[in-house]
């Protein structure tokens, strides 16, 4: 079993980056296919991004282009580089696993996109 810490959110004006960090514990991490989701304020949560150590990233039509996943298996840190916000970015983003598993679910770190 693993579990997860989001940070590095914060409030950021439209065209700016923001990079989230996942910090996670547990035992073989790197056989987890990682996901970060984010949840707006009376919308459904999504998935942004997912990553697989061996086969590489996937991402919603929504941020790609903008975001890149990343992660570090020695350190089972797994991290969202955002680019070019965007307002619609506004979200609690958190990561898990991909499929995402519900007892995992962490507190999040939330994004605020605005001028």
């Known amino acids: 079993q693993v579990q997860f810490v989001e940070s590095g959110g914060g409030l950021v004006q439209p065209g700016e980056s923001l990079r989230l960090s996942c910090a996670a514990s547990?035992?073989?991490?790197?056989?987890?296919?990682m996901g970060w989701y984010r949840q707006a304020p009376g919308k459904t949560r999504e998935l942004v991004a997912s990553?697989?150590?061996?086969?590489?990233?996937n991402y919603a039509d929504s941020v790609k282009g903008r975001f890149t996943i990343s992660r570090d298996n020695a350190k089972k840190m797994v991290f969202l580089q955002m680019n070019s916000a965007k307002p619609e970015d506004t979200a609690v983003y958190y990561c898990?696993?991909?499929?995402?598993?519900?007892?995992?679910w962490g507190q999040g770190t939330q994004v605020t996109v605005s001028s």
């Open positions: 990553i697989d150590s061996l086969y590489g990233t």
């Open positions: 547990g035992s073989i991490f790197s056989l987890y296919v």
């Open positions: 898990n696993t991909r499929p995402e598993r519900i007892q995992l």
